[in-house]
């Protein structure tokens, strides 16, 4: 059965092999612009693309032109030149022989979907043509982009000097929206990314459902270390014994969808033992006798009887964190999204650390600072006609960014539908991994006009796109310099290390092309992104001819770190003060303070699905790296003894997993029996089972969680999309064997 927008399987197509455009044997820039190392290695400066923490880093560049290895740069406060194992394995993403070369455009031939080579005039050409039809019929606002990573504000760019602010990035409603807004709500402001966490300096460390150790964000992991050295408290509360629980003072294996109840107890405990910082709540918060009030009645006995965990220990953990007061942080985690309530949950997170005195405290939560890049020169913006938050239909009103999900929703036709999107850019996120509710967005895709994908690699998205254009990879471009505020404000160069292999593209150029086909050339006023770099640098007192000798550049603080003693501080909330007592949400028809509410439990002989993280992998985004396969092949089921005997599961049997909608996963994956996990989860690493066969090395390894989460529950504050509510069950033989 044929559909609009068939799945093409790249890697079948037999396409011819592509010379490498330019040739490997160029270097883009010259000695004199990099650093010699003596050993015949040049030194080129970047900084790392494998996950959102960026570290500043080197490419080290053989005198035949080969990428040999990447280290981190001695100078950045961000990974004090040590590089975690996913970012010393980026070369991996380099010299990936699966990469994609060429442009590719579908088309029919003998009556088949497929897909041709073409040229990137030609495949631009295709594009440009396309959105204008789209924005002559609907108006541009009709175009949407899903980003991930440092492309994505190129393509921003141009779809805002399209006319078009319907841009997504699924980290919002996939990871850390829930968690920004319960912070924005208390504090008036986020965490940040990185986050702002003083854990270098910190005497508690209060970890809920946050894997450092195996999330691998690299100033963190090493931070902690530190801390632990010097004797700090770590307390981890998760179902599972994982890295970081196994370095901790206290592992509380709380039973899963009960973290709410356990953080209220822990509120009760402070205020009715009379252990909170009373001078700093009294100076900077308000709302504190309506809270007390409130968790008059969430008593440890009471929340025991909800997450399993004893009452001493919830009073003994509490008494911790507040002897070691305002030198506490109960982490704020990254990916929040768990079972609707999480915003909330991230809520009574913040109030926590407020009672405790944490946020701008040495050993808390410090006060971040960066350095204001300037924009380059250009014309404003047109104002669209309607935007992303028309797509929300009167959801979700604390949503400070476009939802992932709504903008899937506004791509399906449906009778006297007013906002209607009809072309998608997907830039650097494999949606077909990352967003749940798969049917949904199987139906948006086939609805569409236009389809295109940037990326480096054959991921699952690119199988339905109409165009797909090949990017370069981090090392072989330019991209904005990396400002990201945190205890210091620093600026760090990309720049390419050797010229793009094949006929790829960086995504500065591709927009540029893109722009100037739409007639939005005064957008683009210049030749080569290196003109961009120069004068933003110029403009803070820098320049691109320093910073490709340097690498990274720290400037000097010009506020404090902390609140100085005495000051008069003005928090970010309409008040000034630390919402404890939350006017904005009551006001917006929500509990003004978190309240817990029981959640879906597993039937007999299903199990919740837990998922995580793994230090060698970022998600689905180096599953195809040989140099990171090779430390982790695929992932695993992790099951509890107890129950691996009453289904009469052996150490590494396959198994596959049925969800509680009778959803099978693809492949099968190997079974781990450990002590490490509570009887009733199971638990298993996200980014693997990947069904695309141009990915050689990702292709059927273990089994690909998000297509098990079928059941969502959307935090009605935000829009965060809730994946925890899933439960599987397991399946000895062959599904199709079987019939099942």
């Known amino acids: 059965m044929h559909t609009r927008r068939d799945f093409i399987k790249i890697g079948s197509l037999g396409l011819g092999a592509t010379a490498l455009t330019g040739g490997v044997a160029n270097l883009v820039i010259g000695a004199s612009s990099t650093k010699s190392t003596g050993t015949g290695l040049r030194k080129v400066p970047t900084y790392c693309e494998v996950c959102f923490w960026k570290c500043a880093g080197w490419a080290h560049v053989t005198p035949d032109n080969k990428i040999q290895k990447i280290t981190g740069h001695a100078d950045d406060p961000q990974c004090n030149g040590r590089l975690c194992p996913r970012g010393t394995g980026g070369v991996g993403m380099f010299s990936d022989p699966d990469r994609l070369k060429r442009p590719l455009i579908r088309v029919i031939k003998n009556g088949e979907q497929t897909y041709r080579e073409a040229s990137w005039e030609e495949a631009l050409d295709f594009i440009a043509t396309k959105m204008k039809e789209i924005a002559a019929k609907h108006g541009p606002e009709s175009m949407a982009l899903f980003n991930h990573g440092s492309s994505g504000k190129y393509f921003t760019h141009l779809l805002n000097a399209f006319g078009s602010n319907n841009v997504a990035a699924p980290s919002f409603a996939q990871c850390r929206g829930p968690r920004d807004t319960g912070f924005e709500l208390t504090f008036g402001e986020s965490v940040s990314s990185p986050e702002v966490t003083d854990i270098r300096d910190t005497r508690c460390l209060v970890l809920i459902g946050s894997h450092i150790g195996e999330n691998m964000h690299n100033g963190q992991v090493q931070e902690m270390s530190e801390a632990i050295d010097k004797g700090a408290v770590i307390i981890t509360v998760d179902p599972r014994l994982s890295t970081a629980a196994s370095k901790s003072k206290f592992w509380l294996p709380i039973k899963p969808s009960t973290d709410l109840a356990l953080l209220l107890a822990w509120i009760h405990v402070l205020i009715y033992d009379d252990i909170y910082n009373k001078e700093y709540v009294a100076k900077y918060a308000e709302g504190f006798n309506e809270l007390r009030q409130h968790v008059k009645n969430f008593t440890p006995e009471w929340a025991y009887g909800i997450t399993t965990i004893k009452p001493e220990l919830i009073c003994q953990t509490a008494r911790e ?420």
């Open 321 to 740: 964190m507040a002897n070691a007061a305002p030198s506490t942080i109960i982490h704020p985690g990254r990916h929040t999204t768990w079972y609707g309530d999480d915003v909330q949950r991230s809520r009574a997170i913040a109030i926590l650390n407020a009672l405790l005195g944490s946020w701008g405290n040495r050993g808390g939560i410090f006060f971040k600072e960066g350095i204001k890049i300037p924009d380059f020169p250009r014309p404003e913006y047109p104002k669209p006609a309607w935007s992303w938050q028309q797509t929300l239909n009167g959801r979700y009103p604390f949503a400070k960014e476009a939802v992932t999900n709504t903008i899937i929703e506004a791509s399906i036709p449906a009778p006297g539908k007013e906002h209607m999107i009809r072309g998608w850019i997907v830039s650097g996120t494999n949606l077909i991994v990352a967003v749940p509710l798969q049917k949904q967005l199987m139906q948006a895709m086939q609805s569409l006009d236009l389809l295109v994908v940037v990326d480096t690699m054959p991921m699952e998205i690119t199988g339905y796109a109409d165009v797909v254009l090949p990017e370069c990879t981090y090392l072989e471009r330019h991209d904005d310099l990396r400002a990201t505020p945190h205890r210091e404000p620093t600026l760090a160069l990309r720049m390419p290390a050797i010229e793009p292999l094949y006929d790829t593209k960086p995504a500065w150029w591709i927009s540029k092309q893109l722009g100037e086909r739409l007639g939005l050339g005064a957008y683009y006023n210049y030749k080569d992104f290196k003109e961009v770099l120069d004068w933003q640098l110029k403009q803070v007192g820098s320049s691109l001819k320093e910073m490709e000798t340097i690498g990274l550049k720290k400037l000097p603080r010009k506020s404090p770190v902390y609140i100085e003693p005495g000051a008069d501080y003005k928090f970010k909330t309409a008040t000034g003060k630390i919402q404890l007592n939350s006017k904005e949400l009551q006001e917006g028809g929500f509990d003004a303070m978190p309240v817990y509410k029981p959640h879906p439990q597993p039937e007999e002989g299903f199990y919740r699905l837990i998922y995580g993280r793994a230090p060698m992998h970022t998600f689905s985004r180096t599953a195809n790296n040989r140099n990171l396969v090779a430390l982790m092949p695929e992932n695993s089921v992790w099951v509890n003894p107890q129950v691996a005997e009453l289904w009469g599961l052996r150490k590494n049997q396959h198994v596959w997993l049925k969800n509680q909608d009778g959803v099978i996963s693809n492949f099968s994956v190997k079974v781990r029996i450990t002590e490490r996990i509570r009887w009733d989860s199971v638990y298993i690493v996200h980014g693997f089972g990947h069904h695309h066969k141009p990915l050689t090395y990702a292709f059927g390894r273990g089994v690909n969680d998000t297509e098990l989460i079928t059941r969502v529950i959307t935090d009605p504050v935000m829009g965060g999309t809730g994946m925890r509510g899933n439960f599987v069950t397991f399946l000895k033989t062959e599904p199709k064997k079987a019939k099942v």
